[in-house]
């Protein structure tokens, strides 16, 4: 997608939802400002398309990563994996005011640590649940170990042969995943479809507890 197709494109998304006058009102921009987006190649700010967003209900993240990709640094951002991820996922947590603490395995070991129920999703099995010990030494991640469908834009614990670890999961180019981690220090991995058996999901990562 080039600059003058991401115009076409959000002019389709805006003209379902309202007109070009009506969203330079929203906008405070010029009417020909807003059609130089759209007719002549020119490519919007992150401020247009947020409230392109907030007007039409239009992923942000998609106008985003699309905006990215028609500009001059296109291939540099796919190269690097730059995308953003928007998908989410929502758990019902205890709302109870009895604080009760249950024991929770520990990932690689025989030790438990006790948890306060009401940090713990209320729409899950407890059985199903364990903590993974982040590189702070203080920091663990809630896994739901019955879950290990991977899914883009979620996090998962996962092992591919350096032992468990916390990735971000995105979805690359013919059926390659790519495992992100939290620290910059750590480049992303990108693997292959034909080695994606090779990843050991141990499962999803619900939510982080902060021992102090």
């Not at 007007?55 to 796919?78: C, M, P």
């Not at 883009?152 to 032992?163: H, K, S």
């Amino acid at each position: 997608m080039d600059s003058n197709e991401f115009g076409e494109f959000i002019k389709a998304i805006r003209d379902k939802i309202l007109s070009r006058p009506a969203m330079a009102e929203k906008t405070g921009l010029h009417v020909n400002t807003i059609k130089g987006y759209e007719q002549d190649g020119r490519l919007p700010d992150v401020d247009y398309l947020a409230q392109l967003a907030i007007e039409t209900g239009y992923s942000f993240a998609d106008l985003l990563n699309k905006r990215l990709l028609a500009g001059k640094l296109g291939k540099v951002a796919e190269d690097q994996h730059l995308m953003v991820m928007e998908k989410r996922e929502c758990y019902k947590f205890s709302v109870s005011t009895v604080s009760t603490t249950f024991k929770l395995p520990l990932l690689g070991s025989d030790s438990y640590l006790l948890v306060d129920n009401r940090l713990l999703p209320a729409d899950i099995e407890l059985k199903q649940l364990a903590l993974h010990k982040e590189d702070d030494p203080l920091q663990y991640v809630v896994v739901n170990c019955s879950d290990k469908n991977i899914q883009d834009g979620l996090t998962f614990v996962v092992d591919y042969g350096i032992g468990p670890v916390t990735r971000a999961i995105q979805f690359g180019i013919a059926g390659a995943v790519i495992l992100v981690s939290d620290s910059k220090k750590i480049p992303p991995l990108t693997v292959q479809e034909a080695q994606r058996d090779q990843i050991n999901v141990v499962g999803k990562v619900i939510c982080r507890i902060t021992y102090s």
